[in-house]
């Protein structure tokens, strides 16, 4: 079986079908809103961004020259991508800078089609239903909290269908004639002034929109239950990792003591970096140069993955020496529940995966993407390195 895979690795989007090389998808709107930018910029000038050099009335040329590229750069992030009803058809919800947006997407004419768009859509997590295509995404609010809703399959009329002081996320339509989703779900828990200190574990929760009922599917206090997905068949799809309680841990005294004696190095290394930026931006040399060329490693130094946040630098550095370390640990496991509630374990060290609806199974560590066949066996599809989500397109 020959699968094509989306996944988004550092807010982009790529597509793999089996080829040497992965092929991005460029989106047209968001290209659009860049330049329109930096006709913007190019007409003001950095003469009109406050500071000390604009109070002087004099900047150096090289550091011009990288303000107005740091103004020009509008952050562009795909945010989430699904299956459309045809091969090569995708939907996805794109970030660009305050705004978001949702698409539609042809690979075999490499079209992109704007559905909506409006500021502060931040939503993430799209699924759309086989059937009727309607869609339902998770919806981030301000006060830390985020619902599920659902519209139609061109945006309109979202509506929220979780309520509560909660964080609902990863929502995915069950496969059928009825209107029913899964997804995780962890209250917050916030102090007397209304802060949010921390989550409870996720559990997993099933919303019958037809029926207008909520149901409680799974839940383990000692660990958090994501990403669910729900075959026809009623197979319940899940990661399972430990529940780790958000907030500072109390440190021992072999830590304190540790944070002692490498502070000045620390320090150190800090004062470094510090002005190894500046001769970049000055010279365009760093002032590093042992060890010849450094491996390419994402800008992003930290993702934050349900509440858990990972140091990615350090797994991929990591990984250059172990090619089997993947970006989360082997405790993220992915289940199997059958309607007797019998659990299989499929893999290991999963970040993110996908299912086809005749039970293959598409997932990733962060680095590799693998198959596994309904019948067990297991096949590695490519690697890259930080691959964030995973979706199976054919």
């Known amino acids: 079986m020959q699968s094509t895979v989306a996944y988004l690795t550092n807010g982009q989007l790529f597509l793999h079908n089996g080829e040497a090389q992965p092929r991005e998808v460029q989106s047209a709107f968001a290209q659009q809103v860049m330049e329109r930018q930096a006709r913007n910029n190019a007409v003001h000038g950095w003469r009109s961004q406050s500071g000390v050099w604009g109070a002087m009335g004099f900047m150096p040329p090289e550091l011009a020259a990288w303000e107005q590229g740091q103004q020009q750069r509008t952050p562009v992030q795909f945010k ?66 985020s619902s599920i809703q659902v519209g139609e399959n061109d945006g309109r009329f979202l509506k929220d269908v979780t309520v509560g002081d909660a964080v609902d996320e990863c929502p995915a339509w069950v496969p059928g004639e009825g209107r029913r989703i899964v997804y995780q779900s962890a209250g917050i828990g916030r102090n007397e002034h209304g802060f949010a200190m921390g989550l409870a574990p996720y559990r997993i929760e099933l919303i019958d929109l037809d029926q207008q009922s909520v149901d409680v599917l799974l839940e383990d206090e000692q660990h ?31 830590t304190v003591l540790k944070d002692i004696v490498l502070f000045p190095f620390r320090l150190a290394r800090a004062v470094f970096h510090f002005l190894d930026f500046f001769s970049v931006m000055f010279s365009g040399k760093p002032l590093h140069t042992a060890g010849g060329p450094q491996p390419r490693i994402t800008n992003q130094k930290y993702m934050m993955v349900w509440g858990r ?65 309904p019948g067990g066996e297991t096949a590695q599809l490519f690697r890259d390195q930080f691959i964030e989500k995973v979706t199976a397109v054919t």
Do not use: C
């Open 80 to 145: 989430s991508v699904t299956a459309g009803d045809e091969a090569g058809h995708l939907y996805y919800i794109l970030g660009v800078g305050d705004m978001g947006g949702l698409f539609h997407y042809t690979a075999a004419d490499n079209v992109e089609r704007r559905l909506m768009h409006r500021n502060g859509f931040l939503a993430r997590d799209l699924s759309r239903h086989t059937q009727s295509g309607s869609i339902a995404v998770a919806v981030y609010k301000e006060d830390g909290s």
């Open 224 to 254: 958090d239950l994501l990403q669910p997905k729900m075959l026809a068949d009623g197979t319940l799809y899940f990661i399972r990792r430990p529940y780790e309680p958000l907030g500072p841990k109390p440190a021992d005294p072999i």
């Open 309 to 373: 946040m990972i140091d990615t630098k350090r797994a991929m550095q990591k990984s250059q020496k172990d090619k089997t370390t993947g970006l989360v640990p082997k405790d993220w496991q992915l289940i199997r529940r059958d309607t007797d509630g019998n659990e299989t374990v499929l893999a290991e060290k999963v970040l993110s995966f996908d299912v086809h609806a005749d039970g293959t199974v598409i997932s990733t560590d962060g680095h590799v993407v693998n198959r596994r066949s």
